[in-house]
């Protein structure tokens, strides 16, 4: 009998977005775990193809008891260097990697916070609108996002937020115009549960609509939820749904900012929220065509 497994892909790709053909990969557990009286093994390898495609099959890290983690790491086969050093929580389901990225940034020095402050206080006011999105690094206050989001709506700008957990809470009662986590960032927060991006999900809708509306109703804010290949869920004053265009993905990094850049925009210019939603989509999608990381082009 074999351990369970999931298959996790990735691209690998250089800090240009560049594909590194023929990649060695190696994903380590940090833990030993026994499943089903079998010791799960330590180390998996594998390489990438011409394009700089892998997958990985690795043991669900959440079936076990240790805590366990997996690091995963690749190297350049033409210079020998390593360009990836991630830590990862695998689930029970087949995923990417960049979804199940468990890696806390380093701390910022000390001294990093009052200047950060003092340069958006500056900025903020030339903008039209504020994208506030990824994790917030060790060493920064807890309340620095909900300040900026505070901060950028008394001074009646459109507020986009792609956040999650306490980060996002926080800011929800200063009335972000738009809050745009993909379902399985939305459901850990929401509702406790760990569910794959790439997740037939599909269930979850009776569950997650009344906090959408909710939300809604209470801070007026939109909801965008992306999943991944599904159709998207967006909750205004109705809740809708928007196709996705099925394509090779090639990348799938960076599709999240697209789609949270182009929204912004559109929805600053006036457009309707559906067809913006409809139009950031289609830009996400250009996004996962590409090698590169948050390009359409």
């Not at 833990?31 to 998996?44: D, K, L, N, R, S």
């Not at 200047?115 to 990824?134: A, N, Q, Y």
């Not at 850990?188 to 037939?200: I, K, P």
Request: proline share 5%.
């Amino acid at each position: 009998m074999s351990t369970t497994t999931v298959p996790v892909t990735l691209t690998a790709a250089d800090q240009n977005g560049n594909a590194v053909a023929g990649a060695r990969i190696k994903a380590t557990l940090d833990a030993t775990e026994v499943y089903q009286g079998f010791v799960v093994p330590e180390t998996v390898e594998t390489f990438a193809d011409a394009a700089g495609r892998a997958v990985l099959q690795l043991w669900p890290n959440a079936l076990g008891v240790a805590g366990s983690r997996y690091r995963v790491q690749a190297w350049n086969p033409d210079t020998g260097k390593r360009f990836l050093d991630a830590i990862a929580l695998v689930p029970n389901n087949a995923c990417n990697l960049h979804e199940i990225l468990v890696q806390e940034p380093y701390p910022v020095d000390a001294g990093t916070e009052k200047p950060i402050r003092t340069l958006f206080s500056k900025t903020v006011g030339t903008c039209d609108g504020v994208i506030i999105t990824g994790t917030r690094a060790p060493g920064y206050t807890k309340t620095l996002y909900a300040d900026f989001v505070r901060e950028a709506k008394q001074l009646g700008k459109f507020v986009l937020l792609d956040l999650k957990g306490d980060d996002l809470l926080s800011c929800l009662p200063y009335r972000p115009d738009v809050i745009k986590p993909n379902l399985s960032e939305a459901a850990h927060t929401f509702l406790d549960l760990q569910v794959g991006e790439q997740e037939d999900t599909q269930g979850l809708e009776r569950r997650i609509r009344p906090i959408l509306e909710d939300l809604q109703r209470r801070y007026g804010t939109t909801v965008v939820l992306s999943r991944g290949k599904r159709d998207t869920w967006v909750q205004g004053p109705s809740f809708f749904t928007v196709a996705v265009k099925q394509v090779e993905v090639v990348n799938p990094i960076g599709c999240g900012d697209a789609l949270g850049a182009a929204l912004t925009r559109e929805l600053i210019m006036g457009t309707n929220l559906q067809q913006a939603v409809q139009h950031a989509t289609n830009v996400a999608t250009m996004n996962a065509k590409t090698i590169h990381p948050g390009s359409i082009v």
